[in-house]
């Protein structure tokens, strides 16, 4: 990793967005203006996973990476009757739309061994891995492939295992992340430390590159990156209102509803902790949703399919991070343009306050 980071001309990553927001487009366009872009697997088949790097392919020859999601095991008998349980309240919802609760499935590990599989056939420059350290063989097989090995963590103790693990580098994920929180632990409760934060924490346990992310959307938090010692930083809602990102018209909408004020970390629809912008649905469902990944998101889905269809924003997850409200529309490489340090900033301690990331 440390080879393609370093060829990166502007210091900015596209964070892979599942769900929609990431498209080919997305990824090309911001290869094209000098950062890294990230096709994101998550949710996907792997003939759709195959789909969209061949669209990327016949858009750009710049380098880009795959995500993947990290499958855990779950325990059914130990979870079944709480998810009974949540399924009972979210069906009245779920009927006022005119939707069915998804089906469950206990076994789904996302198609993980499949996109592998498919990775290794087809070699991407970099693959990134998301809720967890993959197995060690897989991280083998991508190296002995070329391809270099990207980790997120959201700690030390997670830096740590996924440094010993083999990764090249690490992307450390700070609490003012949109979108699911990257604990290894899908039950775990999610500390509150900034990027800034961990950092610190992380740079003391690993001397790998570090790729920093949650909240960032200016060029001076880009540029106080960098000075802190970050490789890169990781950006994912400064790009959702782009030209090139998939959002869907309803969670455009949402994003840019200004009487919606406060962005969240919620279980309710996923069963992981995932931060977005408070809605009616948040505010109905946050206090029940059982830590059950990815059955609650199971469930869920046609309900947030079929709001997204009506242009309901209420009931679709509008993952976001913190710094929202800054996220504009236009094109994809004026983000990265915009963002990519032009000066360096006197050199600083880096911040080991609490919760809140460098405005
Ligand atoms: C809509 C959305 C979807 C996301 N999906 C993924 C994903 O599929 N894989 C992943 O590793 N991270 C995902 N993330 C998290 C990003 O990798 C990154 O941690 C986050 O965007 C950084 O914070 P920011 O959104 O404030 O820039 C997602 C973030 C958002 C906003």
């Excluded at 199971?298 to 399919?305: D, G």
Aim: proline share 6%; net charge negative.
């Amino acid at each position: 990793m440390t080879s393609l980071l370093q060829s990166l001309e502007r210091r900015v990553v596209a964070a892979p967005m599942a769900g929609g927001p990431t498209t080919p487009e997305l990824v090309a366009a911001v290869g094209a203006a000098g950062g890294l872009g990230f096709l994101a697997g998550g949710y996907l088949t792997a003939d759709a996973l195959a789909d969209r790097i061949a669209d990327t392919r016949d858009l750009t020859a710049v380098p880009f990476g795959v995500n993947l999601f990290v499958p855990a095991d779950l325990d059914r008998d130990r979870d079944r009757a709480a998810v009974q349980e949540y399924a009972d309240r979210l069906r009245f919802g779920a009927r006022r739309l005119g939707a069915k609760l998804g089906s469950i499935d206990w076994h789904d590990r996302d198609h993980f061994e499949d996109k592998v599989t498919l990775l290794l056939d087809d070699p991407v420059a970099v693959v990134s891995f998301t809720f967890g350290i993959p197995p060690k063989h897989v991280i083998e097989a991508l190296h002995a492939c070329g391809t270099e090995i990207v980790i997120t963590v959201t700690d030390p103790d997670e830096a740590l295992a996924a440094a010993r693990a083999g990764a090249d580098a690490l992307c450390i994920q700070g609490a003012a992340a949109g979108g699911h929180r990257s604990t290894h632990d899908a039950a775990a409760i999610p500390n509150e430390d900034s990027w800034t934060e961990l950092l610190r924490r992380c740079r003391s346990v690993s001397a790998l590159p570090l790729i920093v992310g949650g909240g960032i959307m200016t060029r001076a938090q880009v540029e106080f990156a960098v000075q802190s010692g970050a490789a890169a930083v990781q950006c994912g809602t400064a790009f959702l209102l782009t030209d090139e990102a998939g959002t869907s018209a309803a969670a455009r909408a949402g994003l840019s509803d200004r009487t919606l004020t406060q962005s969240v970390v919620t279980r309710a629809f996923s069963g992981r902790p995932a931060r977005g912008v408070r809605n009616e649905f948040i505010e109905q469902f946050d206090d029940f949703a059982p830590p059950v990944y990815p059955v609650v998101d199971q469930l869920t889905k046609p309900v947030r399919a079929a709001a997204a269809a009506d242009g309901n924003y209420q009931w679709v997850s509008l993952w976001a991070g913190t710094g929202w409200e800054a996220a504009r529309p236009g094109p994809a490489a004026a983000v990265v343009e915009a963002l990519h340090p032009t000066r360096l900033v006197r050199p600083q301690a880096v911040s080991s306050g609490g919760g809140a990331d460098l405005d």
